[in-house]
C-alpha cells in the first residue's frame, strides 16, 4: 500500500518567506508526528497530532513553527519568516494507533533559507 | 535527560566482513527501542524494535540485541547494498505520546 508522503519533495526561500510543507500519512493512521534533521544529524522531535489533536509541541523551535491537521489526515507544518538557521529536512512521520510503536517515515521536505 | 549515543560515527567494511554497531541509551522508562535505515535523500526506513532486555531480532543480514543500556546491530557477510546510515531511537514512556529520540547515526560504507 501507499507509504507515507510528503510535499515539496524540495524547497528554496528567501530568507523572510512564509513556508508550508504538506504531509500525507497513511490512510487510517491516527498519530502524526513532524521531526527535523540537520545535516548529519539524526531527526529531533517538533510535534504530535492523535487524529486532529495537536497534543505536543514542545519541540517547536519558536512561534514563527506552526502544525495543522484540521480532518485528522493530510498535515501542513508552516514556517513564518524563515531564517538561515531553518534549514534542515523535515520528516514526517505517521502511527496507526496508540497501541502500536512503529513511526514510518515520509521521504522527507528539503528546506534551503537563502 | 533521555539520550542515544551511537558509535561509531562512520564505519567502512570490506564486503563479509561482519561487524557491530553500538547504541548507547540512558531513557526515563524504556517504551521501546528502534533501528532505522537512512539512504541518502531518503526518510528512515523501519527496521527492528525491541522492547526488553535480552530481546533479539533479526532480517536478512541484520541481527539486533537489547540489554538494559545499550542496542547492537550485528551485519554479518555485508553487501555493498548495506551501505546506508543507520539510525538508533528510543521512546519512553513520559511525555509525548511515544516520540522518538534518535542518535547521530553511524554511517556504514562497505566496499565490493
Known amino acids: 500500500g501507499a507509504g507515507v508522503s510528503q510535499s515539496p519533495r524540495y524547497k528554496v526561500a528567501k530568507r523572510g518567506q512564509d513556508v508550508a510543507l504538506r504531509c500525507d500519512p497513511i490512510?487510517?493512521?491516527?498519530?502524526l508526528f513532524w521531526y527535523q534533521q540537520a545535516l548529519g544529524q539524526g531527526p529531533e522531535f517538533l510535534t504530535y497530532?492523535?487524529?486532529?489533536?495537536?497534543?505536543?509541541k514542545s519541540g517547536l523551535p519558536s512561534d514563527r513553527f506552526f502544525a495543522e491537521r484540521p480532518e485528522g489526515s493530510v498535515s501542513t507544518l508552516k514556517i513564518q519568516r524563515t531564517q538561515q538557521e531553518d534549514s534542515a529536512v523535515y520528516l514526517c512521520?505517521?502511527?496507526?494507533?496508540?497501541?502500536?510503536?512503529?513511526?514510518?517515515f515520509g521521504p522527507g521536505t528539503r528546506l534551503t533559507v537563502l | 535527560e533521555d539520550q542515544v549515543t551511537q558509535s561509531p560515527e562512520a564505519l567502512r567494511l570490506q564486503e563479509g566482513e561482519s561487524s557491530s554497531l553500538n547504541c548507547s541509551y540512558t531513557?526515563?522508562?524504556?517504551?521501546?527501542l528502534f533501528w532505522y535505515r537512512q539512504d541518502p535523500g531518503k526518510g528512515p526506513e523501519f527496521l527492528f524494535t525491541?522492547?526488553?532486555a535480552g530481546e533479539e531480532k533479526e532480517k536478512e543480514r541484520l541481527k539486533a540485541t537489547l540489554t538494559k543500556k545499550e542496542s547492537f546491530l550485528h551485519i554479518t557477510a555485508p553487501k555493498p547494498e548495506d551501505s546506508a546510515t543507520y539510525l538508533c531511537?528510543?521512546?519512553?514512556?513520559?511525555?509525548?505520546?511515544?516520540?522518538?529520540?534518535f542518535g547521530k547515526g553511524t554511517k556504514l560504507s562497505v566496499k565490493p
Open positions: 512521520a505517521s502511527r496507526s494507533a496508540l497501541g502500536t510503536d512503529t513511526q514510518y
Open positions: 490512510s487510517g493512521h491516527v498519530s
Open positions: 497530532f492523535q487524529n486532529e489533536a495537536q497534543l505536543d
Open positions: 531513557v526515563s522508562g524504556l517504551r521501546g
Open positions: 525491541l522492547y526488553s
Open positions: 531511537a528510543v521512546s519512553n514512556y513520559g511525555g509525548s505520546q511515544g516520540n522518538l529520540i
